[in-house]
């Protein structure tokens, strides 16, 4: 049973951008809570064997640029 109420939904519109994580979003019954757009190039970083949906294109390596552009700035010594 999911851990939403029905009026609790989310919708994200997603250009250009990578998602990274153990799944894009959550998996089973409760991901209905959650619609969404894509436009553009949508990529996704998932561990193992989970799916990714529709409209999104699938990344087989963690992706050393992304990584970088979430690391804190350097510290400026």
Known sequence: MPNHRDIGRLHL???DCTLAGYSVFTS???SEAVTRTTKGKVQ?????KQTVPEGFQRLGLWSAELFSQMAPPAAGF
């Open 13 to 15: 519109d997603l250009e």
């Open 28 to 30: 089973g019954p409760a």
């Open 44 to 48: 996704a970083y998932v561990q193992l």
